[in-house]
Nanobody, 121 residues
Framework: QVQLVESGGGLVQPGGSLRLSCEASGSILRINAMGWYRQAPGKERELVADSTRGGNTNYADSVKGRFTISRDNAKNTVYLQMNSLKPEDTAVYYC???????????????WGQGTQVTVSS
């Protein structure tokens, strides 16, 4: 079984920074696309940023210039560097990835458990 485990969330002041990480573990053969999503109270889950295995990235307009997604394929890990945080960024952030494993030899989609990011004074 494949699991995605996030870390790095917490409480920060407006203008502050956080770095989220998500490590995939289990019987992993290969990970294709990975991304970060977030969901605020009363809102639908939305894409924040994603990255192909080759490093092509895209971002939601609301975070361009402030957030950076990166990945370390050797460690099966994806990161989200968040700078100049705003109260509007407050949400539960979820890691997502398309993964093949020894059990399921084709790409399946997995979600992390989510980590809370709160931006407040």
């Amino acid at each position: 079984q494949v699991q995605l485990v996030e870390s790095g969330g917490g409480l920060v002041q407006p203008g502050g920074s956080l770095r989220l990480s998500c490590e995939a573990s289990g019987s992993i053969l290969r990970i294709n696309a990975m991304g970060w999503y977030r969901q605020a109270p009363g809102k639908e889950r939305e894409l924040v940023a994603d990255s192909t295995r080759g490093g092509n990235t895209n971002y939601a307009d609301s975070v361009k210039g402030r957030f950076t997604i990166s990945r370390d394929n050797a460690k099966n890990t994806v990161y989200l560097q968040m700078n100049s945080l705003k109260p509007e960024d407050t949400a539960v952030y979820y890691c997502n990835g398309d993964v093949t494993s020894t059990v399921v030899p084709y790409y399946r989609n997995y979600w992390g458990q989510g980590t809370q990011v709160t931006v407040s004074s």
